[in-house]
């Protein structure tokens, strides 16, 4: 079975500056699918990012930009000039392509604080 | 809005009190989903229902039943309710194409005293 391992339960930044949130995931399989998910405290999970494993170019939506590396099965986030607003918890999921299966695996979660 | 409502928003049960969680979605979505979310153990999933008519059990389903009585209803059933069910609880839907995100509702925090 797939495991989505976040190692940071908590990180902060500072407003402006750049942060980098952690994930690697173990997995047998070849071509698959990661997300970045955001929870504020509102509780709504709003998606952030999505990489598909097939392609070589890493995923970038604004401000957040991923660094995946296949390789290493490490798929981390990058937020740059961190906003107030960005402050949230963040889940690391991964999906399988396989067996026609949907199911998302999440990490824990990393705790970010944004600090004025 | 278009999307994936749940409720009711909060509960409160007693230790052996029943109830179901309500999930419905509006965008013609073959999968859902129903996650459980705890302090610092992430988002843990429960059942899922890959398409209509059929429904599979996930990673924590003890003490659960699921039903999905459509394609836009899938229903958490707590029958016995007991204290190591108090989480928060999300209800999620897909299309079917796997790198489509899913679609969370706003999540049912549910306490069992």
């Known amino acids: 079975a797939q495991t989505v391992t976040q190692s940071q339960p908590e990180m902060s930044v500072q407003e402006a500056e750049t942060v980098t949130l952690s994930c690697t995931y173990d997995?047998?399989?070849?071509?698959?699918?990661l997300f970045w998910y955001k929870q504020p405290p509102s509780r709504q999970m709003i998606l952030v990012i999505r990489q598909e494993a097939y392609k070589q170019q890493n995923a970038t939506e604004n401000r957040f930009s991923v660094n995946f590396q296949k390789a290493a099965k490490s798929f981390s986030l990058k937020i740059s000039d961190s906003q107030l607003g960005d402050a949230a918890m963040y889940f690391c999921a991964y999906r399988s392509t396989q067996g026609g299966s949907e199911k998302l695996v999440f990490g824990k979660g990393t705790k970010l604080t944004v600090n004025p | 809005n278009a999307g994936v409502t749940q409720t009711p928003k909060f509960q409160v049960l007693k230790t052996g009190q029943s109830m179901t969680l309500q999930c419905a979605q509006d965008m013609n979505h073959n999968s859902m989903y129903w996650y459980r979310q705890d302090p610092g153990m992430g988002l843990r999933l429960i059942y899922y229902s890959a398409s209509e008519g059929t429904t599979d059990k996930g990673e924590v389903p003890n003490g659960y039943n699921v039903s999905r009585l459509n394609k836009r209803e899938f229903s958490l059933r707590l029958e016995s309710a007991a204290p190591s069910q108090t989480s928060v609880y999300f209800c999620a839907s897909i299309l079917g194409q796997s790198n489509s995100p899913l679609h969370f509702g706003n999540g049912t925090r549910l306490t069992v005293t």
């Open positions: 997995t047998s399989e070849s071509d698959y699918y």
